[in-house]
């Protein structure tokens, strides 16, 4: 009689656990709602994330250009109507309509500018951003549309005293530099002994050099062009033969090689078949406002 109780002791346990068992597996077969909608989300951006920017930007009718804004001929934010100006938002333009789009300018900095790019918040950076080891790190870039290099702008009475770097790195000289770029790591890196100044704002930078706050900004050769251009009281300082070689180019995403070989294409087609000279000729023979 004992054993028989034991017995039925025994077996109702082993139902009880298996249906403990079984109501676990049934409440863990089915996600909640927020899980559900959880995985949907990410399995959405993970559809948006594939492909090329070759059939995404078409699709969107967008395309996203970084661009800083401060680096005129190539790149001009007007302060007052937020209007986009300069050679490379004219080839920004010829860009986003051969891919079926319009262009939408995203504000950067010279600093952020790749940062921004490898983010996803643009698909393109533009704007006279010369190729660097550093931003080939973290971007690939178009082929090259310009050669280029650091060379002295100075108010005109001074275009031969400040000839050569030992010229300029002197004591009692005053450079003046714009932040986060290729012209402050230039100046940086050959300015020892005179005294160096980092001005925040690109855009007024030369009226430093016109006021007789400073003496000397080593920059682009073809930014120093426009500038004396546009302001006769200053001289770009042999631009043929600047201190350094470099390129500007456009800077795309990491690993969309489709992209970048459209890009490459167009670059090549727009700088043999006079679309670059016209828009290049457009400022540096006239002084846009």
């Known amino acids: 009689m004992r054993r028989t109780v034991t017995l039925s002791a025994l077996a109702a346990v082993l139902a009880a656990t298996a249906a403990g068992s079984a109501l676990a597996v049934g409440t863990t077969s089915k996600p909640e709602p927020k899980a559900e909608s959880a995985q949907a989300s990410a399995a959405e951006r993970a559809r948006q994330q ?67 790019l490898a983010a996803g918040r643009c698909d393109v950076g533009m704007g006279g951003v010369s190729v660097t080891l550093a931003r080939a790190r973290k971007a690939s870039f178009s082929e090259p549309y310009l050669t280029d290099g650091k060379t002295p702008i100075v108010r005109c009475k001074d275009k031969d005293t400040y000839r050569t770097l030992e010229e300029i790195d002197q004591p009692g000289v005053r450079v003046v530099v714009n932040p986060g ?79 970048k070989e459209y890009v490459d294409q167009w670059v090549h087609l727009a700088t043999h078949d006079g679309t670059y000279k016209k828009y290049e000729g457009e400022w540096l023979t006239s002084s846009p406002s």
């Open 181 to 259: 770029g290729t012209n402050e790591q230039f100046a940086r890196a050959h300015v020892t002994q005179a005294t160096l100044t980092v001005h925040p704002d690109n855009t007024t930078i030369f009226d430093e050099i016109i006021a007789g706050r400073a003496d000397v900004m080593m920059t682009d050769a073809s930014e120093t062009r426009y500038q004396s251009a546009i302001h006769p009281e200053l001289c770009a300082v042999h631009p043929d033969e600047p201190f350094s070689f470099s390129e500007k180019a456009y800077v795309l995403p990491r690993g969309d090689a489709q992209f």
């Open 50 to 116: 594939r492909g090329t920017l070759l059939d995404r930007v078409p699709e969107r009718g967008v395309l996203r250009v970084c661009t800083t804004g401060d680096y005129r001929p190539f790149s001009h934010r007007d302060p007052k109507s937020g209007a986009y100006t300069g050679i490379d938002i004219k080839m920004a333009g010829d860009l986003a309509k051969s891919l079926d789009a319009k262009p939408k300018y995203v504000p950067t900095t010279w600093s952020t500018l790749v940062d921004d």
